[in-house]
């Protein structure tokens, strides 16, 4: 089946009771059971719930695995894989990756004894360099965000393994229709659904899929434990955004191209960070693991001062200054005071996230307008 198929009909099904093509919006918390234990499957809202299942199903298929978990939000996802360690256990994750992810590993989870080092990740000789017999997680994103650097996900997974950890991979930039992880070798994908896979900027939630059945027992549990899980009218947005994915990252590569081209030979940018150009050192990599390059990318202006990329913020008029990213409008941010503010100043800088740069989440407007407004504000 192919992907647009796919993502219109795998793991969906009219509901029986009515033939509704669209799956219905279960608005309850718990179920009446026939006898005491003799149910039809659900019993609590927080444990199971149809219109959640659903969706489960759905982003399995879309990733080519075997099982989904969603959550009420990406951070509440990652926070489940952090909960599968004890005390004692270590942690190898890229030194270019989400602010909320640096934070919640820092300042949450390291406080209980567990401990993370910070690589970059696209130098998989400094990731087995890192791992040690008590790495028990090694974490990834690629793209990263927010240097957009690529990461080979079979050559990182051959390490993690080689030292009997799994790997994780935030695959919230690529989404399944670029790149699917477990096919290359992941343990688990991770997404924030409230970016592309929801892609109307109306929704927060997280997921996770997995192949291993074992694996998906210890994440459930979790799951209904910890009780961060989605209601079903956000459930029904994202199988919503779902049917529509594929056109949408069609025309987010094709805008994000037309953008990074128009950026590269700007006479007032001195770099960018897309790697869909031949000049982006992970090209090849992305070319191999990836079917397209996506539209999240990011840009340094020459001089690198902040109050010039502020001045450029200010004056964008389609790309919205606003945290986020993957909705159908664009967006512009700031990394250094907004998303990855949380990261400190030091280590952001010896990741190489200049203060002054400024992060683009190309939408799917006409490519000409978005263009028009690069030109205005950067002049």
Known sequence: ????????????????????????????????????????????????????????????????????????????????????????????????????????????????????????????????????????????????????????????????????????????????????????????????????????????????IVQDDELHQRLAFLQNACGGTPGPQDCFLVLRGLKTLHIRMQRHCENGRAVAEYLRQHPKVEKVYWPGLESHPGHQVARQQMRDFGGMMSFVLKGDRVEDATAVLEKFQ?????????GVESLSGHPASMTHASIPAEERRKAGLSDSLIRLSVGIEDAEDLIEDLAQALG
């Open 318 to 326: 389609l790309f919205s200054l606003a945290e986020s990213l993957g």
């Open 1 to 208: 089946m192919k992907f647009g198929t796919k993502a219109i009909h795998a793991g969906v099904h009219p509901d029986p009771s009515t033939g509704a093509i669209m799956t219905p919006i279960f608005q309850t918390s718990t179920y009446v059971q026939r006898s005491p234990g003799d149910h039809k499957g659900y019993e609590y809202s927080r444990t199971h719930n149809p219109t959640r299942t659903q969706l489960q199903n759905a982003l399995a298929a879309l990733e080519n695995g075997k099982h989904g978990l969603c959550f009420a939000s990406g951070m509440a996802a990652i926070d489940c894989i952090v909960k599968l360690l004890e005390p004692g256990d270590e942690v190898v994750s890229t030194n270019d990756l989400y602010g909320g992810s640096y934070r919640l590993f820092t300042k949450v989870f390291a406080k209980y004894g567990i401990k993370f080092t910070f690589v970059p990740m696209h130098d998989v000789a400094a990731v087995r360099a890192a791992m040690t017999e008590r790495t028990k997680l090694v974490w990834a994103e690629t793209p990263t965000n927010p240097l957009l650097h690529i990461i080979d996900i079979k050559a990182i997974a051959e390490a993690a393994h080689e030292g009997g950890a799994l790997l994780v991979v935030d695959n919230t930039f690529a989404t399944p229709y670029l790149q699917n992880p477990l096919d290359l070798g992941a343990d688990v994908v991770m997404h924030s659904l409230t970016k592309y896979m929801g892609g109307h900027s109306d929704v927060v939630m997280g997921a996770l």
